[in-house]
């Protein structure tokens, strides 16, 4: 399995790749190989900052003649006007790695953002917000680090570090008690150490969780009403999370419910990115 440094490496190359081609034939063309230059990333809109390490990462991985001078860091709350860094060097590689980097940084300053927003309504409860897989392909660690700039949690990487038992799989394996038991034989068989998740749809279901021993109870689309019925019938047996259709708007309620965490798949799959700009200086 790949690390966070590699994913993050083929990232970049595919990013450079598709952006870059055979070459940025504006710049080649109109900026002479010796010009240097410096250029500053300006914010133009309120929200957290995310992503200074990864233009670190970019700017290095370009052309190590490029010196990168840090003010804010990232999880700093940002206002327009606010200059987070200035990078110096070579012109012709400041503006072929400009909308790498804008395109990175925007996107997870957004999440950042979204995330913090989501996080601040549950503020004095103990519930966390957490992230989805629902995310932008090949982008995923960035876009968990990013929630996690933002104040929120993640949920899983992807489908290799939790096992979460959701509707499909639990009628494919023929009912709750057999697919639990199933991943319970697999783990102990391939000598991993993962945490139970279990979608329920209704009260059954709950109590069918709990007789079979899962880490975790997810409650798909119940009402806030139907959440805080849940969590009495569960009684701190396991830890409990709400899913499903959750918005700003209704997040509160279920928090309030008493459940541990909120999963929210609008932190990375709708975002706005925030708005900067990298301009000369």
Known sequence: MKTREQLIEDLLDLAFAEDIGDGDHTTLSTIPAEEQGKQQLIVKEEGILA???????????????????????DGAHVKPGDIAFVVEGPVRSLLQTERIMLNIMQRMSGIATTTAKYQERLAG???????????????????????????????????????????????????????????????????????????????????????AGVDRI?????????????????????????SGGITLDTLRAYGEAGVDFISVGALTHSVKGLDMSFKAC
């Not at 409650?219 to 396991?238: C, H, M, Q, S, Y």
Request: glycine letters at 8%; a positive charge; aromatic letters at 6%.
């Open 51 to 73: 992503g200074v390490e990864i233009a670190k990462m970019v700017f290095n991985k370009f052309d190590k003649k490029l010196k990168m001078t840090v003010f804010i860091n």
């Open 125 to 211: 409860l103990k519930t966390k917000v957490l992230d989805t897989r629902k995310t932008t392909p090949g982008m995923r660690i960035l876009e968990k680090e990013a929630v996690k700039i933002g104040g929120g949690c993640n949920h899983r990487i992807g489908l290799f570090d939790m096992i979460l038992i959701k509707d499909n799989h639990v009628d494919f394996a023929g009912g709750i008690p057999q697919a639990v038991a199933a991943a319970k034989k697999y783990c102990k068989e391939k000598g991993k150490n993962l945490k139970i998740e279990l979608e329920v749809r209704n009260t059954e279901e709950i109590l069918q969780a709990l007789e």
């Open 218 to 242: 997810m409650l798909d689309n119940f009402t806030p009403e139907a959440t805080r019925d849940a969590v009495k019938l569960i009684n701190g047996r396991t830890e409990i999370e709400s």
